[in-house]
């Protein structure tokens, strides 16, 4: 009894330690578990890698794969980027630790990053790889000795994807673009027309308005007979709830193609709009960028000389209702959905 | 490019979903005008909560690891034996565990997407039984107490597959794209093992699923995958493929290694006991006692 009634102490103990665990939050009100930091133990005369990151969840999630892979024969030390932390900060961590290689997440960071650039312009720079961050093929011309992974899914892992779940024909797929899009387009284009798919493109003005992207669609599904629309994850053409119902939801009402998203709220069967979603996958991306940082060390750490990846890993969300009754479900599709809705 | 503002920023979407909860649209599109101003403090941001199994945030699985010391080994609550289940297969984990527990009710089955997390756990939480592949139990000097069979062989064939038609003339410098098998140094020796050479760059990637686009984006050479999956993988992709076979590149088939001797019947009994089905997603057709 005496036995249990420790058991039972214990296992509340452990709810509460656990629960206090999941706490720590980035104050950006999401709910998500963000995990305190805590660096390996250090060992003597391994080189040293610097994580420069936001402490939210999705990239504690690329860090705890990346160390996990990397923590045998490397030294790592993560310096935490907020609002708040200036070019000097970062130059501070960067003296402080003398790292071997850096390893820098997201916008901000790389924004704080070029600035110790250009601050330090006549100084060697320690090559560095860059990850979860907006047009790295683009952004990586203003940075030295630097590659990394793009963060962007290729439509073309989307649409084979797609295709491998549903009957209906994945061979057009319709994209709306505005002109800053123009040479990421292009290069999906090409990556596309390998798995002989066609991707057509109808470009857009810088600003978008709501007749402007309805008519762009609407010549995609009527004149261009597409098979799947493809929603690039920009702003201006998603905008607000009124804006998605006045645009993709009028043209989608009449025209039954999938709609490909790249985010999963957009998959929902209770208010149908995106058919399937294809988001990165964080804890691979920590394993594609260990394999960079081991691939930069055997080749004497001249990031410059590598080039940008693409993103090999993805989690696919399905609204599963709509895939089956608009376009037919493959017999073993539920074996490769990440997620089904329903 | 500089800032992120007019990128898409998901978490405007999540605000956008939490308000069609409470169906206040208007709260909703309060939400983007507050989140405008912040957007290029944010990255590019997935809001998604997938099932995040078998992981625990250091701290957490720390005070877990004090707690298993003194509970003892990974035991389910119930008292059922424990079986950690790490295949590479064409199937998804979630879709796996579920399948592998409806058919086997009087244990706890627990399947791992990724090496390295079934590795971490397997070292801190012992389970009663492991399903892997034969390399892997291996790695761990566990001895297989069943041993998978498909067409009398306990053995499967790996074989080379490149994009273009036609294979590499020499594998010698080559980039050969590998799933995660064994970890940095298994996965290398592994692939060296298989393909007889130690000049090959290794590329490996987490899921089966992710060696296509290591072709797609001509970032390997060739991928090396079990011969059964080939089918699968035609099937998904357009690019031509050429499939070289490797002679004895000879891999054993899923096997389970019982932890705990006291648990050795049930797991036994149970896995016997897997409909053909099952068997078939695992890749085999028979069990053999070992």
Known sequence: MLHAAKRLTCCAGLAVALSACATTGDGSGHAEAVAPVVDPPAQPGAPLLLLAMPPSADFQDVRRAFIAETKKNFNISTFMVSGATTPGDLAAAITRSSPTCLVLMNNATVALYREYQTAHRDEKMPPAVVVMTSFLEELRGSLKNATGIAYEVPGVTAFVDLRSVIRAPVRRVGVVYRPRFRAFIERQKKLASREQIDLVAAEVGKEVDAPGLRAALHTLLAGDKVDVLWMLNDNELIKNAQFLDDTWRAELATAKVPLVVGVPNLVDPRTPLGSFAVVPDHEALGLQTANLIFDLDSSDWHADEHDVELPLSVKTIADLKQLRDSFGLKEDALRHIDRALE | ?290
Do not use: M
Not at chain 2, 67 to 87: E, I, M
Not at chain 2, 108 to 124: K, P, S
Not at chain 2, 222 to 229: C, E, F, M, Q, S
């Open chain 2, 1 to 290: 490019l500089g800032g992120a503002s007019t990128l898409f920023e998901p978490s405007r979407l999540y605000i956008r979903w939490c308000a069609r909860k409470l169906e206040t649209r208007r709260a909703c599109d309060d939400a983007f005008k507050q989140l405008a101003r912040s957007a290029e403090k944010c990255p590019t941001r997935t809001v998604a909560s997938f099932p995040r199994t078998r992981r625990l945030t250091p701290l957490g699985l720390g005070v877990l690891l004090l707690a298993s010391a003194w509970l003892g080994t990974a035991h389910a609550q119930d008292g059922r034996p424990t079986l950690y289940v790490f295949l590479q297969l064409d199937v998804k984990p979630n879709v796996l565990e579920q399948t592998l527990q409806k058919q086997l009710p009087g244990i706890a089955v627990t399947v791992f997407g990724r090496f390295r997390d079934f590795q971490d756990v397997v070292a801190t939480r012992r389970p009663d039984a492991i399903l892997a592949i034969p390399p892997l139990l291996d790695l761990d000097h566990t001895k297989p107490t069943l041993q998978g069979a498909k067409g009398g062989r306990d053995w499967e064939a790996y074989v080379l597959v490149s994009a273009g038609g036609t294979q590499p003339s020499s594998l010698s410098g080559k980039t050969v794209g590998v799933v995660d098998l064994l970890g940095h140094d298994g996965t290398q020796a592994f692939a060296a093992s298989v393909l007889k050479t130690s000049d090959l760059k290794v590329k490996r990637v987490a899921k089966i699923e992710d060696l296509l686009p290591l072709l797609e984006f001509s970032a390997a050479d060739a991928i090396l995958i079990p011969g059964a999956v080939v089918k699968r993988l035609t099937e998904r992709t357009r690019l031509p493929l050429a499939v070289h076979e490797l002679p004895g590149a000879r891999v054993g088939l899923p096997a389970v290694a019982v932890l705990r001797p006291a648990a050795r019947d049930t797991v036994v009994r149970s896995l016997q006991g897997l409909d053909a089905e099952t068997k078939s997603i695992l890749g085999i057709d028979n069990w053999s006692s070992r």
